[in-house]
């Protein structure tokens, strides 16, 4: 993006308002940007670049979001746009309706202006299992963006967007954010509406931003948050405004450290960028704190078996029959195989198989319902935890961005997500920041946790530390 024209959303709010630029001169750079960049970087499955554009001529300046470009998930759906999840079996359906989040981001004048690219039906933590083609990290196009919200982090991270919309069952907003160098932002379970997302974990799933800067985050959630009675799961919460309580300082705030963490094997610079953390958040106004969460570890393996379980039930509906790829077979059992095998990828495949097994009888007691019994464990931790801190700070993921094709032992890519899955398991907000890069210039990225429902105090914290640490306010 030129140098003249704003970074940030918050930048680009300022200056539309202020009439030194307008919504359609910013997508005009913003769509010259894409069309010589995305090539290389592919974090689009679909553009709507003509549309975008007439909708920027006609964006009301005086809006939230004064025509903004935003890009969204391709497992969100815009009606009348195509919402493949990534996959072949949707490869050439056409949404009915949009989610609410998307009509709350064009109510409030945003303009979106396309989908982006993400591992299958959401699996995956670096967006090469898109059945299309792996997204590029625009820090380094030899290395991986994260996933499974791959696309819509690039597409921010390359100045594609002013913010993107992504969804995080297990990580997939903070991961790949933490990959790329910008914020993402996992809100309380049913803070923001999941209607119109293709579920893959109905008990895990959080659609969440993915900004450059914290405040660009806050700003997107005032926008997002709001109680939808079409989704079952979304809570009527009194409205906040994110981006008003953004502090200056974390003056008698409690940091909160996790004792059985510190033994985890993460790469020297991030564990650096940990200490700097600390010393900015004293340096503040925050005391530090040690909590425990004696089974914080298990966290990992029961996550692998509920998502499943929930994937497994979820993906069920694609059949062939109402929707999406159909091969024909001599019965309706044969036309099933065929079509899911055909639709299906690898990993989708494998996860389905593992639901299968630990939902099936003999088994649901031995897996399924010793998972849920840790997940509610590990969700009492963590509340008493929040009894004795404010937030608490752990690294995003152990390593930065790995090589393109590098992983290919599917459980060593399921450690990518050690740290980001205990917040969806207890349904808490959680939000990675940039703190630094490492030794060959990838980007770094540092997690906070807070209490369910308070995630304007998260926002509020990790804006301070999102700073100190060389962020854009």
């Not at 980001?420 to 630094?436: K, Q």
């Amino acid at each position: 993006m030129s140098s003249g024209l704003p970074r940030t959303l918050d930048q680009y709010l300022r200056a539309v308002r202020a009439r030194e630029l307008s919504p359609e001169e910013y997508l005009t750079e913003a769509r010259g940007l894409i069309e010589r960049n995305d090539p290389q970087v592919r974090a689009f499955l679909l553009l709507r670049l003509d549309a975008a554009q007439s909708d920027a001529q006609q964006a009301d300046v005086s809006s939230p979001l004064a025509g903004a470009p935003i890009a969204v998930k391709d497992n969100i759906m815009m009606a009348g746009e195509r919402c493949t999840c990534g996959s072949r079996i949707l490869e050439h359906y056409v949404a009915p309706y949009s989610a609410t989040v998307v009509r709350s981001l064009l109510a409030a004048g945003a303009v979106i202006h396309g989908k982006t690219n993400c591992d299958e039906f959401a699996m995956g933590s670096s967006t090469e299992n898109s059945a299309f083609f792996p997204t590029h990290n625009p820090a380094d196009l030899t290395r991986v963006p994260g996933g499974s919200s791959g696309g819509s982090t690039a597409a921010v991270a390359a100045g594609f967007a002013l913010g993107a919309i992504g969804s995080d069952t297990g990580g997939s907003v903070r991961q790949p954010a933490a990959f790329c160098g910008v914020v993402g932002f996992k809100p309380t379970y049913g803070l923001v509406s999941r209607y119109g997302l293709v579920a893959f974990g109905s008990s895990l799933d959080c659609i969440g931003p993915m900004t450059r800067s914290v405040r660009d985050a806050a700003i997107l959630m005032n926008v997002m948050a709001v109680h939808d009675p079409r989704d079952a799961t979304s809570v009527s919460r009194p409205r906040v405004d994110f981006e008003a309580a953004l502090q200056p300082t974390l003056a008698g705030k409690r940091v909160g450290i996790i004792r059985e963490l510190q033994g985890l094997d993460v790469q020297p610079e991030i564990a650096t960028a940990m200490n700097m953390a600390r010393e900015a958040a004293v340096k503040s106004g925050a005391s530090i704190v040690e909590v425990s969460l004696p089974h914080i570890l298990s966290a990992l393996p029961s996550y692998y078996i509920i998502a499943p379980a929930e994937c497994s039930s979820n993906l069920g509906r694609f059949d062939g029959v109402r929707y999406g790829l159909h091969e024909d077979g001599r019965d309706m059992t044969e036309t099933y195989s065929r079509t899911r095998d055909a639709g299906f990828g690898t990993e989708v495949k494998r996860r389905i198989l593992i639901g299968a097994f630990v939902l099936s009888a003999g088994y649901y007691d031995a897996y399924y319902k010793k998972a849920t019994d840790v997940r509610q464990l590990i969700t009492d931790e963590l509340d008493a935890a929040f009894r004795s801190a404010d937030v608490l700070l752990t690294p995003t993921t152990p390593t930065t961005a790995f090589k393109l094709g590098a992983v290919t032992d599917p459980l060593e890519m399921y450690k990518a997500d050690v740290f980001t899955i205990p917040a969806n398991l207890a349904g808490v907000p959680a939000i990675s920041f940039p703190s630094g890069k490492d030794a060959t210039g990838l980007p770094i990225g540092l997690q906070l946790m807070g209490p369910r429902w308070r995630d304007a105090d998260l926002l509020s914290c990790a804006n301070v530390l999102f700073t100190a640490l060389g962020g854009e306010s």
